[in-house]
């Protein structure tokens, strides 16, 4: 409940009504931090980004902490499946908002928060990913191949330090498991975005469009 409580604030509807808007109503309809951003400005989308990234991180960092998750050395399976399931509140909570009809952004900052609270299991995967998403926006100009990309990596990191460290697939299944399911609910919110990236008409970065991505 403390993870999809706080994901579920829609911080991007609330910036849009401090504004007198409801950002429901102008550019993709998204509550997301980029359609906040090219709606009411960059100031307002840096602001909307800030706070939905702290709402994934803040209740995992809460519970780890009140859980002693947050030193990965003697963390049970059980226990991990426990803190995970705080983040994947939060996701949700962000992408289907009770008070907006369940209608919410599409979890890219909101995941890039949580991912970077599970110290330190998930946290280098998602600098990773955060490095990742900088480096494909710059390279192809579109925010939505830049945050599919990004909620890619997270799994297949995991995924791939299981078979460095010889862990057992247990101890690893419950962050690889959870950050997966996740990544493919992130694609399934830019579903729209696919559709368009495949007939030409996805907007770059800097271009104005009815259907501007989150």
Request: aromatic fraction near 10%; proline fraction near 5%; charged fraction near 10%.
């Amino acid at each position: 409940m403390l993870g999809y409580a706080s994901g579920s604030v829609p911080f991007g509807w609330l910036i849009g009504r401090v504004c007198g808007v409801d950002i429901r109503g102008h550019g993709s309809g998204n509550v997301g931090a980029t359609n906040v951003g090219r709606v009411l400005g960059r100031k307002w989308g840096g602001i909307c980004l800030s706070l939905d990234l702290l709402k994934g991180l803040g209740p995992v960092l809460l519970s780890g902490w009140a859980m002693g998750c947050l030193r990965e050395p003697g963390i049970a399976p059980s226990q991990a499946w426990q803190w995970m399931a705080v983040g994947a509140g939060a996701m949700l909570g962000h992408m289907y908002p009770v008070w907006l009809g369940f209608k919410g952004g599409k979890g890219v900052a909101t995941g890039l928060g949580v991912t970077l609270g599970f110290w330190p299991t998930l946290t280098i995967p998602a600098a990773a990913a955060a490095a990742v998403w900088g480096v494909t926006l710059g390279l192809w100009r579109y925010v939505s191949v830049a945050s599919m990309a990004a909620a890619a990596t997270v799994p297949l990191l995991v995924l791939a330090r299981w078979g460095v460290t010889g862990r057992s697939f247990g101890e690893t299944a419950p962050f690889f498991i959870p950050t997966l399911v996740l990544a493919v609910l992130v694609f399934v919110r830019h579903r729209g975005n696919i559709a368009r990236l495949r007939v030409g008409t996805e907007p770059k970065v800097g271009q104005r469009d009815a259907h501007a991505e989150k």
